[in-house]
């Protein structure tokens, strides 16, 4: 019964540590979750960034797992490549060593059960106060529990008998066996709770306490980060070739590295003792040496593991392409879809900027149909074949034009998904807008579509516009051009009151050119032209404007972002 009572008590003390990392990494997210987005979207292919980006994100959010996962999906949307990410995923593993920084100098030596009531007590003002760094509660807050958790840790390991852990005792005992056992319980254990952090947050209490040896904690620590590549697994499934790649290289480097220091374990063993006083042997009160180097075994492992591949991204990133091939090609288009990922380790604020590269990309295929156009209308009148020209330009508008619905509903529901979880108020507010912005995307393309109609309309009809109207067209279009490449260049930012007036001035050069334009349709059916194909000319000139005035309203809404 009295190892019942323990195990429980271990369970429950680790369940509050896993809340408590989960409360203030959410709480981190909401209270600067768009700067650590920013940070992400400023990695470059330098390996040493982005490397360090992963070293600090993950000691923000106290979590590899979730940047891990992070990573795979931003890979999978395309945000990152291979490359960047594998620097990133090597930072994390250096930013994962804090967790057992803290549990080594403030889990054994303060009394944490004494800063749990404070913590929670200040965690619960500030998220009750209305200010913008409220979120700020959720981290003391998660503190709170982190304290409280380690606590009941530490209160319960010593209660166990020694003949209860006897088996613990003689598996350590096996030599070289051992260190191999003690990678496979620990990779179990930290698959189960999803958690390195906990799992080593474990280690180091047992060890600290006399029930396992140093050289077994250690190889316990190898084994804990192999499991926690589980999350970037289970992110991949489903998903693009990129995003697999990305997972392997979480597990080939974590793996691998753990084969390398098995195979240097005891000289890393020595590195740890010479470079933390004290023996590693002593336990109880006194065991707050071994807390130090079983923290300091996991910095230096993860640090000799980053130096030591660092070098060599590039063709790790080749290696793992060679491993996982590309799918073979489909024929036929497949309908847009933008799925939510949500896990044990899920990070909400990290989702909208998915939702933003793919807005981005909606902005992009506006473009991409307003170039089309463009392009058809200067060329329309020298071609030999007009009638296939429009009617190319008609069916792919279409096409362009469903996958733009498609967007529209995939984007609302996921960004609606997004508003469901735990946000900050920044957060919340940039979605409205983001909301706000694809409808207007959408709606351009839905003209798009429709002056792509009144061109085919005109060569149907043989109501071709003249060279004269065509050159008169030319700057108009241009205009708008400029305007939509403004917006799409400061999509997923907040434009500044420079950028601002830019803008208003496009759309005030925008309106007096349409006036211009329409008047001079007006004054061709004066002088007796074709009153329908002057007719056709102005509502060309209206449907265009029209693009403008969505533009600038995009502008307006980005203003507001934050």
Sequence with gaps: MAIINVLFGIAGGLCLFLYGMKVMSDGIQQAAGDRLQRALNFMTGNRLIATLTGLVVTALIQSSSAVSVMMVSF?????????????????????????????????????????????????????????????????????????????????????????????????????????????GISTGITLLMHSSAASITLIITLAYNGVIPFPFAASMILGANIGTTIDAILAAIGSKTAAKRTALVHVLFNVVGSVVALAFFQPLLFLVDLLVPGSPAVSGDGGLSVAAHLAMFHTVFNLLCTLLFLPFTTQFAALVTFLIKDRDPETGRKPYRLEYRSSINS????????????????????????????????????????????????????????????????????????????????????????????????????????????????????????????????????????????????????????????????????????????????????????????????????????????????????????
Excluded at 489 to 505: K, P
């Design 347 to 562: 990070t909400p604020e990290f989702n909208i900027v998915r939702a933003e590269k793919e807005i981005r990309d909606m902005a992009g295929l506006v473009s991409s149909m307003y170039a089309r156009f463009s392009e058809a209308l200067h060329t329309v009148r020298n071609t030999a074949d007009r009638e296939g020209l429009v009617n190319s330009l008609v069916d792919e508008m279409r096409e362009k034009e469903d996958i733009a619905d498609e967007m529209r509903e995939e984007l609302t529901r996921f960004l609606m998904e997004c508003s469901r979880r735990q946000l900050g108020a920044q957060s919340e507010q940039n979605i409205y807008h983001m909301l706000r912005i694809i409808a207007d995307l959408e709606d351009m393309t839905d003209d798009c579509y429709s002056v792509s109609l009144m061109l085919e309309r005109s060569v149907r009809k043989d109501l071709l516009f003249k060279e004269m109207e065509i050159e008169a067209l030319a700057p108009y279009i241009d205009l708008v051009e400029g305007f939509l490449s403004f917006v799409r260049g400061h999509l997923g930012q907040r434009i500044t009151s420079e950028q601002a007036v830019y803008a208003e001035a496009l759309e005030e050069q925008i309106d007096k050119s349409r006036d211009r334009l329409r008047k001079m349709g007006r004054k061709r059916i004066e002088a007796g032209e074709d009153v329908k194909r002057e007719l056709l000319f102005i509502d060309l000139v209206r449907r265009i404007e029209k693009l403008g005035d969505i533009c600038y309203n995009i502008s307006e809404a980005l203003q507001l972002m934050r």
């Design 75 to 183: 890979v999978n949307a395309g945000l990152l490549t291979l490359t960047q990410a594998i620097g990133v995923i090597m930072g994390t593993n250096i930013g994962t060593t804090i967790t057992a920084w803290i549990v080594s100098l403030v889990g054994f030596s303060v009394n944490i059960s004494g800063l749990a009531l404070p913590a929670f007590g200040l965690g619960f003002l500030l998220s009750n106060l209305r200010w913008k760094f409220r979120s700020l509660g959720g981290v003391f807050m998660g503190f709170g529990f982190i304290f409280l958790g380690l606590q009941f840790i530490s209160d319960v390991v010593p209660a166990l008998k020694p003949e209860s852990l006897a088996f613990l005792r003689n598996l350590s005992t096996l030599g070289f066996l051992s260190t191999i056992i003690g990678i």
